[in-house]
């Protein structure tokens, strides 16, 4: 069989499956709370992960938004953001 295009994918909000070059019938899947694709807006992902979280330290309990990836995948943008368009941090702090 022919390898695709890219060795990772989305499976759906909560899965990723890498492609096994060892094996082509087992691919690795692992699941997280959520993940994105490169099509993911910093609003999207602060609506849908952080502004439910935001309550919570308020209120005495601890909360944890942890961005995790290979280099160059975009993880200092998804916090910081540019001038234009906010990420997770300043998001938070305009919002509190």
Do not use: W
């Not at 540019?82 to 919002?95: E, F």
Request: net charge negative; hydrophobic share 30%; charged share 20%.
């Amino acid at each position: 069989g022919k390898a695709p295009e890219s060795c990772i994918g989305q499976i759906d909000a909560k899965s990723i499956e890498f492609f096994n070059y060892r094996s082509e019938d087992n691919h690795l899947v692992y699941g997280f709370d959520s993940c994105y694709d490169d099509t993911a807006t910093q609003a999207a992902l602060f609506d849908r992960d952080v502004l439910p979280l935001l309550q919570r330290p308020l209120q005495g309990e601890n909360a944890c938004i942890f961005a995790y990836g290979p280099t160059g995948s975009g993880k200092t943008h998804t916090m910081s953001g540019s001038p234009s368009d906010a990420g997770v941090i300043p998001r938070t702090i305009s919002h509190l």
